[in-house]
């Protein structure tokens, strides 16, 4: 399986350690960030996180994809 990295940037900090998975493919990555989103969201409630997102990259480093917290904390 493939593994990911998972960083949430705010205002081009990062102010949680980088969280590593390996998952089947780039839509179980899209889960998974959106996952981490609601789960420091809940934790936390620090509405500077409303203009942050969690950058996904490959083993490679490569971007696979940025899920924006607003899409997490928004989503029914």
């Known amino acids: ?6 960083t949430v940037t ?3 900090h990062t102010p ?4 590593f998975r390996h998952l089947r493919d780039a839509d ?3 889960d998974e960030a959106g996952r981490l989103a609601r ?3 809940a ?3 620090d509405r500077r996180l409303m203009q942050a997102f969690v950058a996904v990259t490959d083993a490679a480093g ?3 994809l940025e899920f924006p ?6 989503a029914p």
């Open 16 to 19: 949680h350690e980088p969280v």
């Open 39 to 41: 789960e420091i969201w």
């Open 62 to 64: 490569e971007i696979v």
């Open 43 to 45: 934790a936390s409630g």
């Open 69 to 74: 917290f607003s899409e997490a904390i928004t």
């Open 28 to 30: 179980a990555a899209y």
């Open 1 to 6: 399986m493939p593994a990911y990295r998972f």
């Open 10 to 12: 705010i205002d081009d």
